[in-house]
C-alpha cells in the first residue's frame, strides 16, 4: 500500500521538552510539507521541502525545525521555543512541478502538559 | 493578497439539501484551485479541483463553480448525504507547490 505514515498518533510532552514528529512516504514524491491545525485556523504551513537536503520556511516555523536526508522522511522537531505547540500537526507529500494534489497522513496530536 | 477566504465557517444542512461553500482570493496569478475534505481525526484528502480556464467542474454531487473575474469559486453539494459531514477546505497555489489554504467550512448534514 501506497501512503504517508505518521507516528505517533498522539503524543504528550512536558514543557521545556523538544519532541519529533515521524513522517514516512512510500509515493516517491519529492515534495513534503508540515502543517500545524488549530480549530478555526485552518491549515498553516510549518516547513516544506522539495527536494532532499533542502528545506524552507513555511508562514509559521518558529520554534520547529526539520530535516530531509532521505527522500521517504520528513520528520519535525518542535522545540521548546514553541510557545504554544499544542495541535494537530499534518505530514503531506506529493510530486514536483506545480499544482499536484498533495497526499496527507493521519495527523500527531501533541498536547504539552 | 496570499489569502484565501472562506464562508462559511459553519453549515447545517438538511438530508437531501444543497450545501455551499465559497471562497475568494485576490491574487490573479493563482491557477490551480483544489478543494480538500476532512473527517474527524483524519487528514485532508483531494475532493475535487479546478483550474482557472473553465467555469465549472463536476464530479458526482460535488461541483466547483469558478468566477475569474469575481475572483470566487464554490463548492456545491448536492442531495447532501449525512455521510457529507465533515470539514472543507478551499484552497488556491500558482505553481510553486505550496498551497494556500482557506481556514475551513464545518459542515452538518442533519439526518
Known amino acids: 500500500d501506497g501512503g504517508i505514515t505518521q507516528s505517533p498518533k498522539y503524543l504528550f510532552r512536558k514543557e521545556g521538552q523538544n519532541v519529533t514528529l515521524s513522517c514516512e512516504q512510500n509515493?516517491?514524491?519529492?515534495?513534503m510539507y508540515w502543517y500545524r491545525q488549530d480549530p478555526g485556523q485552518g491549515l498553516r504551513l510549518i516547513y516544506y521541502s522539495q527536494i532532499v537536503n533542502d528545506f524552507q520556511k513555511g508562514d509559521i516555523a518558529e520554534g520547529y525545525s526539520v530535516s530531509r536526508e532521505k527522500k521517504e522522511s520528513f520528520p519535525l522537531t518542535v522545540t521548546s521555543a514553541q510557545k504554544n505547540p499544542t495541535a494537530f500537526y499534518l505530514c503531506?507529500?506529493?510530486?514536483?512541478?506545480?499544482?499536484?494534489?498533495?497526499?496527507f497522513g493521519p495527523g500527531t496530536r501533541l498536547t504539552v502538559l | 493578497q496570499q489569502q484565501v477566504k472562506q464562508s462559511p465557517q459553519s453549515l447545517i444542512v438538511q438530508k437531501g439539501g444543497i450545501s455551499i461553500i465559497n471562497c475568494a482570493y485576490e491574487?490573479?496569478?493563482?491557477?490551480?484551485f483544489p478543494w480538500y475534505q476532512q473527517f474527524p481525526g483524519k487528514g485532508p484528502a483531494l475532493l475535487i479541483a479546478i483550474r482557472p480556464d473553465v467555469s465549472e467542474k463536476k464530479e458526482g454531487r460535488f461541483t466547483i463553480s469558478f468566477n475569474k473575474s469575481a475572483k470566487q469559486f464554490s463548492l456545491h453539494i448536492m442531495d447532501s448525504q449525512p455521510g457529507d459531514s465533515a470539514t472543507y477546505f478551499c484552497?488556491?497555489?500558482?505553481?510553486?507547490?505550496?498551497?494556500?489554504f482557506g481556514k475551513g467550512t464545518r459542515l452538518h448534514i442533519l439526518p
Open positions: 491574487n490573479t496569478a493563482f491557477d490551480y
Open positions: 503531506a507529500s506529493s510530486k514536483t512541478g506545480g499544482n499536484n494534489e498533495q497526499f
Open positions: 509515493l516517491n514524491h519529492d515534495a
Open positions: 484552497a488556491a497555489s500558482m505553481g510553486d507547490d505550496k498551497i494556500i
